[in-house]
C-alpha cells in the first residue's frame, strides 16, 4: 500500500511499457496524466520494444524532474507469470515447438526473466544515480494495466470493462467491473483462445505484418463478402451465445512454432498464405471481410453479456482488439450501454498508462474524480516546440518558410486545401497512441474525388485500398454522420449521413473488389468507404484549438466542415515527432505544403532534397 501524501505534496508516478513490443513511458503528476510518449517516435524504429530511455526523459523534462523526485516506477506486465506461461505451453505441446523453445529461452534466460534488475540497471543509467536512490519499482498485471487505462481516464464513476488482445501473462479477454478508484476483475478467457489471435493469424495468412498489418485487413474487409463466415464459426471457433468462445488449436501454430497458421488451416481455406506485397484477390477480400464479421459478432455478443451481469450503463474498452473502430462502432449503434468509452492507445503502449494509475489509485489509494469528459487531454501528451526552436531546425536544414499570423494562416491553408493541395500539418503536442489526431497530421479535401488514391500512392507510399479518416467539427458532426456523440480518438465507425450519399451507378454495382475504390460513394468521397462508413474524429476547440481553427477556416471558405486526416510518415515509419522529421518526411514525398506552427514552407520553393535516393529501404514495410 502506498501511503498517500499530503494534500500540498505532488506525487509523480512513471509507468512504463517495455521488451515486447510499442514500449512507452507515461507520468503522473498526481491525477493528472503530464506527459506521454512512445519509444518508437525518438529512435524512428516503428514498434520499438527497447527499454523506452527517450520516452522517459522526455516525461522528465516535461514535469522538469529527475528520477529520484519520483514516488514509484510501474511496469506494466508480470514477466515471471508469462514466463510461467510460456514453460507450460511448451511442455502441454512437447515435443512439438522446440525449435521455438530453443529460440526464445536465451532471450528469457539472459534478460526478460531478470527484468527488475534490468529496469534498475537502466533506470540508473539513465539518472546518473545510484540503485539506492531510484524509486520503488513495482509490477502490475497485463490485463489489469489495459483495464486501468480503460477506465480511470473514463469520463464514468462507474463502468464495466472489457480487455481483449492477443495475450497478456495468461489472459486473452478480461472482464471487469471499475467503480471509482477501483477496478475488480470478474472473469477471463485464457491462452491459446484469443481473438487477437484469431485475427492475428488471419493477418498472417493475407500476407500482412502481425501486430502491424491488422488495421489493413479491417481496411480491406468492405471490399469482400463475408462468404468463408460460416466455415470459420464451424471449424476455427466455438463461439457460444454468451460470447465466450474456444478455439480449435488443430488449425494454429503459435503456440509451438514460428508462423500463425499451418498446413491445416491453410487445406481449409484452399491454399497457402498469401506472400507479402502479392496482388490481392477477391479471395483475400472475402477472407478479410469474414474474420471482420465473426470478430463483431464476438465483441458485440461479449458486450451484451456483460451489460447482463454487471448491471453498468457504460462499457470502457482497451488491448489491441479495442482498436477495431468497425467493432466499436457497432457496439455504440447496437449493444444496450449508454456509454462507450475506448482507450486510445489500446495496444501496449497505453499499459504504461494504466500501470501508473493502478499504482496511484488501487495502491495509493488516492480518490479518483471523472470531472472532465477527457482527462486525456485529447492524447495530445507529447513533445511540443516553441516557434523559436522551429526556426532553428529549419534554418538548419536550409529550408524555406514564411512566418505567418493566425489571422492568416488558416484562410490561406484554407484556400491550399480548397485548390487540392495536400499539407503537412505539425501543431502543438504530439499524440500519444497510434492515431494522428492533428497533431502530426497531412490532411487534405475530402471533396477531392482523387484525394484518397493521391495520398496513398503518392504520399503514404502504400496499397491504394487503405482508408483515410475524416477529421469534422464537432459541433457539426451531426450534419455528416449518424453520428451524435463526441469521437475525439478515431476509434467509432459511423456511417456518413443518407443526405451526402451518392448511389453507385448501374455500371459501377457490376465491380468487383478494388475495381471499386474509384467510385464516388458521397460528396465527401475521401473519407467515405464502400459501405458508406467512416473512421471519425471529432476536433474540439477546447483539446486542439489550432486544428479547430483551421476547420473553421475550411469550413467557411467551402461550406464543409470536414478534412481528410491521416498520419503524417510514410509507410513503415512512425508518426514524425520533431520539426526536422516532419521536413525529411515533407522532402521525400509529394506534400505540396508544409506547416509547423506558423511557418509555411511550399514545396516548390525549397532547395534541392540531398537525402538519399534509396530512403525507403529505410523503414520496413509494415
Known amino acids: 500500500m502506498i501511503e498517500p501524501a499530503g494534500p ?27 506527459a506521454a510518449a512512445q519509444e518508437e517516435r525518438f529512435t524512428r524504429r516503428k514498434h520499438d520494444a527497447a527499454f523506452p530511455g527517450r520516452a522517459i526523459q522526455y516525461c522528465l523534462d516535461e514535469a522538469g524532474i529527475t528520477i529520484t523526485d519520483l514516488s514509484h516506477v510501474v511496469f506494466y506486465d508480470k514477466p515471471l507469470i ?69 477506465f480511470f481516464p473514463s469520463p464514468f464513476e462507474s463502468a464495466a470493462v472489457m480487455c481483449l488482445d492477443g495475450v497478456g501473462e495468461w489472459a486473452t479477454t ?44 479491417m481496411g480491406l474487409a468492405p471490399y469482400g463478402e463475408p462468404r468463408f463466415e460460416t466455415l470459420i464459426l464451424e471449424n476455427l471457433i466455438d463461439l457460444k451465445d454468451d460470447g465466450t468462445f474456444r478455439l480449435d488449436m488443430r488449425y494454429f501454430n503459435y503456440c509451438t512454432g514460428l508462423t500463425m497458421t499451418n498446413a491445416r488451416f491453410d487445406a481449409l481455406f484452399g491454399g497457402p498464405p498469401r506472400q507479402a506485397e502479392a496482388e490481392i484477390s477477391q479471395r483475400e477480400m ?34 489491441g482488439v479495442a482498436l477495431n473502430c468497425v467493432a466499436n462502432g457497432r457496439l455504440l449503434r447496437e449493444s444496450p450501454f449508454d456509454g462507450i468509452w475506448v482507450q486510445p492507445a489500446a495496444g501496449d503502449a497505453g499499459g504504461a498508462l494504466g500501470a501508473a494509475q493502478i499504482a496511484r489509485h488501487e495502491y495509493g489509494g488516492h480518490s479518483r474524480t471523472p470531472d472532465s469528459p477527457d482527462s486525456m487531454s485529447g492524447a495530445y501528451l507529447g ?35 480548397d485548390n487540392q493541395s495536400i499539407i503537412g500539418w505539425f501543431q502543438g503536442r504530439m499524440e500519444f497512441g497510434p492515431r494522428a489526431l492533428g497533431g502530426r497530421s497531412i490532411i487534405g479535401d475530402p471533396r477531392g474525388p482523387e484525394m484518397q488514391s493521391r495520398m496513398n500512392l503518392k504520399i503514404k507510399y502504400r496499397e491504394s485500398f487503405r482508408p ?29 449521413r443518407p443526405s451526402l450519399r451518392i448511389a453507385p451507378q448501374d455500371d459501377a454495382k457490376r465491380l468487383f473488389g478494388i475495381e471499386k475504390l474509384n467510385v464516388p460513394r458521397s460528396t465527401i468521397p475521401a473519407i467515405t468507404h464502400l459501405d458508406y462508413s467512416a473512421r471519425i474524429q471529432t476536433v474540439h476547440a477546447d483539446t486542439n484549438p489550432r486544428y479547430h481553427a483551421l476547420l473553421t477556416a475550411f469550413q ?22 520533431t520539426p526536422e522529421d516532419a521536413y525529411r518526411c515533407f522532402m521525400r514525398t509529394e506534400m505540396d505544403y508544409l506547416v509547423i506552427e506558423n511557418c509555411l514552407l511550399d514545396k516548390k520553393a525549397q532547395p534541392v532534397w540531398q537525402g538519399d535516393d534509396a530512403w525507403q529501404d529505410e523503414f520496413e514495410a509494415d
Request: overall charge neutral; glycine content about 6%.
Open 556 to 577: 467557411k471558405r467551402t461550406g464543409c466542415g470536414v478534412l481528410v486526416n491521416t498520419s503524417f510518415n510514410v509507410r513503415g515509419e512512425p508518426i514524425v515527432c
Open 286 to 319: 472475402d477472407i478479410a471481410a469474414s474474420i471482420q464479421k465473426v470478430t463483431e459478432t464476438t465483441v458485440l455478443r461479449l458486450a451484451n453479456s456483460i451489460y447482463e451481469e454487471t448491471g453498468e450503463n457504460n462499457l470502457c474498452l482497451a488491448g
Open 383 to 417: 513533445p511540443r516546440f516553441t516557434e523559436k526552436s522551429v526556426t532553428a531546425q529549419l534554418d538548419k536544414l536550409g529550408a524555406i518558410y514564411t512566418e505567418i499570423e493566425d489571422a492568416s494562416l488558416y484562410p490561406t491553408l484554407a484556400e491550399l486545401l
Open 174 to 217: 478480461s472482464v471487469w467491473q471499475g467503480q471509482g478508484n477501483k477496478i475488480r476483475p470478474l472473469w477471463q478467457i485464457d491462452f491459446p483462445h484469443s481473438l487477437g489471435l484469431l485475427y492475428s493469424a488471419f493477418t498472417y495468412y493475407l500476407g500482412f505484418k502481425v501486430n502491424s498489418g491488422e488495421y489493413k485487413m
Open 468 to 496: 483515410f479518416a475524416p477529421s469534422v467539427l464537432a459541433e457539426k458532426v451531426g450534419q455528416y454522420f449518424e453520428h451524435e456523440t463526441t469521437s475525439p480518438y478515431m476509434t467509432m465507425v459511423a456511417n456518413v
Open 8 to 34: 500540498a505534496t505532488n506525487i509523480y508516478i512513471l509507468g512504463l511499457s517495455a521488451y515486447y513490443h510499442d514500449s512507452a513511458a507515461v507520468l503522473l503528476k498526481n491525477n493528472t496524466i503530464v
Open 82 to 150: 508469462k514466463f510461467e506461461r510460456l514453460l507450460e505451453t511448451y511442455l502441454n505441446y512437447a515435443p512439438k515447438g522446440f525449435r521455438s523453445f530453443l529460440s526464445s529461452m536465451p532471450i528469457w534466460l539472459k534478460d526478460k526473466l531478470y527484468l527488475k534488475t534490468t529496469l534498475y540497471r537502466e533506470l540508473a543509467e539513465l539518472g546518473s544515480c545510484k540503485k539506492s536512490e531510484l524509486p520503488e519499482l513495482m509490477f502490475a498485471e497485463h490485463h489489469r494495466s489495459h483495464a486501468a487505462s480503460a
